[in-house]
């Protein structure tokens, strides 16, 4: 156990420095080591491994974050989507636009159908616990079962994350740029 917190905090340590201190989250999070051990690898999988391709967890995670109010959130997502070159890596990329359209959320025009269909259901979860039928219609007639579901851990993950980061008052430091990062 020890092994793997160790190899976490190192990761985060050498890896967060530009954007402040969101490496203090993990650091607290492991405080409850069996807690923090436990959750990881459910985390993992959603955040990286899951049945939605990249873009749309990282649009599901962005809005996730932006409901919330998740300054950690957002910034540890949408600072890597601005700054990644497109299609470089397997990584997601988001323009200037796009991060304005997360904000906005799903009636901003530009979206696809299926971007918007998601995105609806995203806001609806998170306000909600539920979908009403039309979106629930909407999301079966673009994603598949698992996706769906993932959607729902999704959403929950994140808000859980920034909920306990702020109730715990985690310090980001004085440099975290917070919900006004592009």
């Known amino acids: 156990m020890k092994d793997k917190l160790g190899t976490v905090h190192e990761t985060v340590r050498t890896e967060g420095g530009m954007l402040g201190q969101p490496e203090n989250m993990p650091l607290t999070f492991a405080r409850h080591s069996e807690l923090f051990a436990s959750w990881l690898p459910l985390?993992?999988?959603?955040?990286?491994?899951?049945?939605?391709?990249?873009?749309?967890?990282?649009?599901?995670?962005?809005?996730?974050?932006w409901l919330g109010q998740s300054?950690?959130?957002?910034?540890?997502?949408?600072?890597?989507?601005?700054?990644?070159?497109?299609?470089?890596?397997?990584?997601?990329?988001?323009?200037?636009?796009?991060?304005?359209?997360?904000?906005?959320?799903?009636?901003?025009?530009?979206?696809?159908?299926?971007?918007?269909?998601?995105l609806a259901g995203v806001d609806q979860f998170y306000k909600t616990g539920?979908?009403?039928?039309?979106?629930w219609l909407k999301m079966h007639q673009n994603y598949d079962e698992k996706q769906i579901i993932e959607l729902m851990y999704l959403i929950t993950n994140y808000r859980m994350v920034g909920d306990i980061v702020r109730t715990l008052r985690v310090d980001l430091g004085p440099d975290f740029p917070g919900l006004r990062q592009r």
């Open 130 to 135: 539920d979908m009403d039928d039309a979106t």
């Open 71 to 118: 300054p950690l959130n957002w910034v540890t997502h949408i600072y890597p989507a601005r700054h990644a070159e497109a299609g470089k890596e397997g990584g997601v990329h988001f323009t200037e636009s796009e991060v304005d359209q997360i904000i906005v959320g799903p009636s901003d025009e530009r979206w696809s159908p299926q971007e918007a269909a998601l």
């Open 43 to 65: 985390m993992g999988y959603i955040a990286y491994r899951g049945a939605l391709p990249s873009r749309l967890r990282e649009l599901v995670i962005a809005r996730t974050a």
